[in-house]
């Protein structure tokens, strides 16, 4: 439900535009960690989330709407799955920003939502506008570029792109809301998170306490760094126009494009350049087509 309220429209957007600039901005808290092992940034990424949304719902009283989709097994099940999908994404995520690939992970985002438009076609049946095509075209070409430049696929980006979209999948066929979805997310996958950095401290190679006090803080703060712009997105996409929301999902990608190509230096070719050029023709020719469409429907709406 949109609400037509001027002020909360402009809060809305505030919080979305918050939120797309702290994903952003997002590798540089990862590399401010990077002495730390990333599965175990993983772990707690995961077990302080868990602890920062249990209060945030505590807050909110939205523990009667968090229980209610426990009540299905099918919603469980496809919890689970999903859990596991944004798990193998924050993993790689993390990885790939401590291993030097920030500029794979932005191109990844940049591709995820037209991975998102491909999984319409083949999961919900929905026909692809010779536009779309030419869109999903644009960003294989660039693919392909890139296999071609550099001899392999640009595995990292892929496979963040297909991990968000089909976990955006997952949770779009799930009956719960953002905020309680990521808590029964990370109620899965916090028992074995907790476990690891449990056996890590038995064995003497856990970091918290064991490095510095910063480690220690930014290991604590890595539940809010993850479950607040989530709430900051979830709080705008209800109150702003699907338009403006997929305008504003690709702050993210540019922000870590920018970090990692002029901040990291990482290494930016000519033909990255092209794979880049390729891809964002791509979202150029979908975004158009997007916000044409809508301005069509709505037209017809009022008449």
């Not at 940049?110 to 026909?127: K, S, T």
């Not at 997105?233 to 929301?245: D, I, P, S």
Request: aromatic fraction near 12%; charge should be positive; glycine fraction near 8%.
């Amino acid at each position: 439900m949109q609400h037509t309220d001027p002020k909360q429209k402009t809060y809305g957007f505030a919080a979305a535009l918050a939120a797309f600039t702290a994903w952003g901005l997002l590798p540089i808290y990862w590399k401010s960690l990077i002495t730390v092992n990333p599965f175990e940034i993983l772990c707690h990424r995961i077990v302080w989330s868990l602890v920062f949304i249990s209060v945030i719902l505590t807050l909110v009283r939205g523990w009667g709407e968090t229980f209610a989709a426990v009540r299905s097994k099918r919603d469980i099940l496809v919890l689970a799955l999903s859990s596991l999908m944004i798990g193998g994404n924050w993993m790689l995520y993390i990885w790939a920003v401590n291993t030097g690939h920030v500029v794979e992970t932005a191109l990844g985002y940049y591709i995820n939502p037209l991975v998102n438009v491909l999984f319409g076609c083949l999961f919900f049946r929905e026909r692809l506008k010779p536009t779309q095509m030419a869109a999903i075209g644009l960003a294989a070409l660039g693919v392909i570029n890139a296999v071609a430049s550099h001899g392999e696929l640009p595995w990292i980006s892929l496979c963040l792109a297909v991990s968000f979209a089909l976990y955006g999948l997952l949770r779009k066929i799930a009956h719960a809301e953002s905020l309680p979805g990521l808590f029964l997310e990370t109620m899965v996958l916090g028992p074995f998170a907790l476990a690891y950095l449990v056996m890590a401290e038995i064995n003497g190679t856990a970091a918290l306490f064991h490095q510095s006090l910063s480690i220690d803080l930014l290991l604590v703060g890595a539940g809010a760094a993850t479950a607040s712009p989530l709430i900051g997105f979830a709080y705008g996409a209800r109150r702003l126009r699907l338009t403006v929301v997929g305008l504003l999902q690709y702050i993210a990608p540019t922000i870590a494009f920018c970090l990692g190509v002029f901040v990291y230096r990482e290494h930016f070719t000519s033909s990255h350049l092209v794979t880049f050029a390729l891809i964002w023709a791509g979202l150029v020719v979908y975004t158009v087509d997007s916000v044409r469409a809508i301005r069509n429907h709505r037209r017809a709406a009022t008449r």
